[in-house]
C-alpha cells in the first residue's frame, strides 16, 4: 500500500505544474490548485465560490442534462438552460403535424402551459472526493488483475451503497482516472420532473444547420428553456400535477455586457470523452482508418434520409432528430481525422515514443509501447468489424426494433410504448433504402473471417439484397404496428422465425460470440498497459500537467475570449452578429431560412450588432454542450454548444492555435426570447448582473 500512496502523493504533485490557460479539463474538487492561475488570468473569484460541499458555490448551478449534456440554472425557480440540441429530442417528441414545436417554436406562457418530459432526469453534484485508498483497501501486488478487479468492485459497491443509503434521489459513481491510477466518488441528486418551458423554431435553434455544423461564423441560436420540479420538500419526486418549481441552492446572474477579444472566459461543464495520452498507434487508427470509414457510410445514410425528408413534411419531422443525431458525429469525425493529418499528430506521437523508450531502458516500463503496438494489431480488425456492425446492421431500424421487442416480451413487458414511440418516427421506405446500402458496404468492406455464417448463406441465396430485403420487409410482422402490438410471450415461437429477428440475431450472436470478447479481452489488456504507461509518462515528463481525461464528470476549462485563422489570408473575428444571419438568410435553403419573424424584427432597425455566438479558447468536448460560460466575476454569459471545425480533435491532441470552443451569446438568447417568443415574462424571475 505504501506504493499507491506515494502515486496519489505524485498525481496531486503534478497538478501543480504550470500550464497556459487555454488546455485542460481541471476536476472542481482540485481547483484550488488551478486558482492562482486562473486569477491571474482575469478571474476575480475564489476556489471556494467555483466548488464547495460547505456552502451552496457555483457547482450548484450546474447540471448534468439528461444522459450526455450539460445545462445551468438561471432563476430561484428551477428555470434551466441548455442547447436546443440537447433538448431537441423532447421537442421533437410533442410535435406534430398540427403543433409543429420544431418548426415554429414553443413558449409556455405560463408554469400550467409547461410540458412534462418522460424520462428526462437532470443531475446535481453534490460532492466529489479522491477514493483511491478506500476503493484499493485490501490490494496486494502479489495479487492478478482479476483479483485486483473483484476488490475494486467490491469496495466500489460497498461505498456507492453506503453514500447513497438515505435516498431521496441520490446516485453515485466512481470513476478511475489516469487509466486506474487513482479513483474518485461523484455523488449526484437526481430530479425526475423536467418540463420544457421554451425553445425557438429549428430555423433558429438549427440555423445553419449541418451546413454550419462545427463551423465559424456560427449564427446558431442554439438554446432550450426547461424547468426542474420538486416534491414539497423540494426532494426528487416523479412527475405530478402538486409538485412545485425546484428551489435551488444556487442560480447564475446574467451579464448583459457582452465579451471582447481578451475577456476571461470559464466554462462549467460535463465534458464526455477525451484520450489525450494515447499512443501513435491509436491514433492512426482514428485518423486513418476508423474516422474515413465511419464517415462514407454515414455519408449514405444521410444522403438516403435528407433525399425522403426534403419531399414530406412529415418525414422531417419524423426524422429531424434521427438526422442530426448521425449527422453530428458525421462533421465532427471529418475534422478530427483532418486535424490529426494537418498537426503530424501520429509522426509527433511516435517522436515522443522514441524518447519514451529511450528513457524506458532498463526500468519497469521497458518495452511498454511495443506492447501496446502489438495488441493494437490484434484488436484493431476486431474493432473495426465492431464498428461495421454498429454502423450498418445496427443503423437498419427494423432490425433493432425486432430484437427490442423480443427483448421486452422474454422479460414479460409490454410492448405497446415501445411500438407507439417506433412507429411514430419511422418511414420505411427511408429504412430499406439503409438497409441495401449499409448491407453492401459490410459485404465489400469486411473480409469473409468477419461476416456471419446466417449472412453469407442468406446473401448467396437470394442472389441480391434487394431481393433479400424486399422479402423481409413484406413477410416480417415488425413493419405492422398492429401486430405487434398483439404480441405476447406466447408468440415466442413466431417471433423466433420472423425474417427480420432472425437476421438481426444473427449479428448479434455472431458479434456477441466472436468479435466482443476479443475486442473486450483486448481493451482490457490495452487499458492495463495504459495504466503503466500513463504512470510512465508522468515520471518521464515531472514537469508537464496531466490533467484527466474527460468521463462525463464535471469539469473547468478556462481560457478566454479569441479568434483564429485557419488558413493564409483568413483570420476570423470571435463575435458573430444578427446581421450575419440576415446575410445566410434565403428562403430556397433550408438551413438558411429564418422565421419571417425574424426578418420583420430586423427590418425594424437597429439589430445589425445585436451579438449572436462567440469564440474561446476553452478546452471543452461532447457533453459540454449546454455548459454556461462565464466570466471573471462568475456571470453567465453564453452557452457553450460546439467547437469549430479545425480543432475537433482536441478530444486527443489540443492545439492552442485552431482549438476554440463556440458559445451561444447570452444576450442573443434574450432577444430571441423577447422579439421571437413574446416570453419576456421569463425575465422576471431572472438576476441581471448588469
Request: aromatic share 12%; glycine share 8%; with cysteine.
Amino acid at each position: 500500500m505504501k506504493r499507491i500512496h506515494l502515486l496519489i502523493a505524485f498525481l496531486l504533485f503534478v497538478n501543480l505544474a504550470p500550464l497556459r490557460a487555454d488546455e485542460g479539463m481541471w476536476l472542481p474538487a482540485l481547483i484550488s490548485q488551478r486558482i492562482g492561475d486562473m486569477q491571474q488570468n482575469g478571474f476575480r473569484l475564489t476556489a471556494e465560490d467555483i466548488y464547495s460541499v460547505n456552502q451552496a458555490s457555483l457547482k450548484d448551478a450546474v447540471l448534468l442534462f439528461g444522459g450526455g449534456c450539460t445545462g445551468e440554472l438561471v432563476s430561484d425557480e428551477g428555470l434551466l438552460l441548455t442547447n436546443h440540441h440537447c433538448g431537441y429530442s423532447y421537442i421533437q417528441r410533442h410535435s406534430s403535424v398540427e403543433h409543429d414545436y420544431l418548426r415554429d417554436g414553443f413558449w409556455a406562457m405560463s408554469k400550467a402551459e409547461e410540458l412534462p418530459n418522460k424520462g428526462l432526469t437532470v443531475s446535481f453534484l453534490e460532492r466529489m472526493e479522491d477514493v483511491t485508498g478506500i476503493i484499493l483497501k485490501g490490494y496486494e501486488s502479489s495479487m492478478s488483475e482479476a483479483q485486483r478487479d473483484t476488490l475494486i468492485r467490491e469496495n466500489r459497491d460497498k461505498l456507492i451503497k453506503q453514500v447513497t443509503q438515505a435516498g431521496k434521489g441520490l446516485s453515485a459513481r466512481v470513476e478511475a482516472l489516469y487509466y486506474g491510477n487513482q479513483y474518485f466518488l461523484f455523488v449526484y441528486k437526481v430530479y425526475r420532473d423536467v418540463r420544457l418551458v421554451g425553445a425557438p423554431p429549428s430555423s433558429i435553434g438549427k440555423f445553419g444547420g449541418e451546413t454550419d455544423n462545427w463551423m465559424w461564423p456560427r449564427h446558431t441560436g442554439d438554446f432550450s428553456i426547461f424547468r426542474i420540479y420538486a416534491d414539497k420538500d423540494n426532494e426528487p419526486a416523479d412527475y405530478s400535477p402538486d409538485n412545485v418549481p425546484y428551489r435551488p441552492k444556487r442560480f447564475f446572474r446574467i451579464s448583459r455586457a457582452g465579451v471582447n477579444a481578451g475577456d476571461f472566459t470559464f466554462v462549467y461543464g460535463c465534458p464526455g470523452s477525451t484520450k489525450e495520452y494515447v499512443t501513435a498507434e491509436e491514433v492512426r487508427y482514428v485518423g486513418e482508418v476508423s474516422d474515413p470509414q465511419k464517415i462514407a457510410l454515414r455519408t449514405q445514410r444521410l444522403d438516403i434520409q435528407k433525399k425522403y425528408m426534403m419531399q414530406s413534411q412529415a418525414v422531417r419531422i419524423q426524422y429531424s432528430s434521427k438526422f442530426a443525431s448521425v449527422a453530428n458525429a458525421w462533421k465532427k469525425w471529418q475534422g478530427e481525422s483532418g486535424g490529426i493529418k494537418r498537426l503530424g499528430t501520429v509522426a509527433a506521437k511516435k517522436a515522443y515514443e522514441a524518447r519514451f523508450k529511450e528513457w524506458a531502458k532498463g526500468t519497469r516500463y521497458d518495452g511498454l509501447v511495443e506492447r501496446l503496438d502489438s495488441l493494437y494489431a490484434l484488436r484493431n480488425p476486431y474493432y473495426l468489424a465492431s464498428e461495421y456492425n454498429t454502423e450498418t446492421v445496427r443503423a437498419v431500424e427494423l432490425l433493432s426494433f425486432a430484437a427490442n421487442v423480443q427483448s421486452r416480451l422474454r422479460a414479460d413487458r409490454p410492448v405497446e410504448d415501445l411500438a407507439e414511440s417506433f412507429f411514430k418516427d419511422y418511414y420505411q421506405p427511408i429504412d430499406e433504402e439503409i438497409f441495401v446500402a449499409m448491407l453492401q458496404a459490410f459485404d465489400e468492406h469486411m473480409s469473409d473471417t468477419f461476416k456471419p455464417a446466417y449472412f453469407k448463406e442468406q446473401l448467396a441465396a437470394h442472389g441480391s439484397l434487394a431481393a433479400w430485403r424486399d422479402e423481409i420487409f413484406a413477410q416480417s410482422l415488425f413493419t405492422d404496428k398492429a401486430k405487434v402490438v398483439a404480441l405476447t410471450p406466447a408468440d415466442a415461437d413466431r417471433i423466433a422465425a420472423d425474417p427480420a429477428l432472425q437476421l438481426a440475431d444473427a449479428f448479434a450472436t455472431w458479434f456477441a460470440g466472436d468479435i466482443r470478447p476479443v475486442v473486450q479481452r483486448l481493451n482490457g489488456e490495452i487499458n492495463l498497459a495504459y495504466r503503466d504507461y500513463m504512470r510512465g509518462q508522468m515520471e518521464f515528463e515531472p514537469d508537464k500537467i496531466f490533467y484527466p481525461d474527460a468521463n462525463l464528470t464535471l469539469r473547468v476549462a478556462y481560457g478566454h475570449v479569441e479568434g483564429y485563422s485557419p488558413a493564409d489570408g483568413i483570420d476570423y473575428r470571435p463575435v458573430s452578429t444578427l446581421k450575419g444571419i440576415m446575410e445566410k438568410d434565403n428562403p430556397d435553403i433550408f438551413d438558411y431560412n429564418i422565421p419571417q419573424t425574424l426578418r420583420d424584427v430586423y427590418a425594424e432597425g437597429g439589430h445589425d450588432k445585436q451579438p449572436v455566438c462567440f469564440l474561446a479558447t476553452n478546452h471543452t468536448s461532447g457533453g459540454n454542450s449546454g455548459s454556461p460560460v462565464i466570466n471573471a466575476d462568475g456571470d453567465l454569459i453564453g452557452i457553450n454548444f460546439d467547437r469549430v471545425w479545425e480543432g475537433t480533435m482536441s478530444d486527443i491532441v489540443f492545439d492552442p492555435e485552431y482549438c476554440r470552443n463556440i458559445s451561444l451569446d447570452i444576450r442573443y438568447l434574450l432577444f430571441i426570447v423577447d422579439k421571437i417568443g413574446h416570453a419576456a415574462y421569463l425575465f422576471d424571475e431572472m438576476c441581471f448582473a448588469d
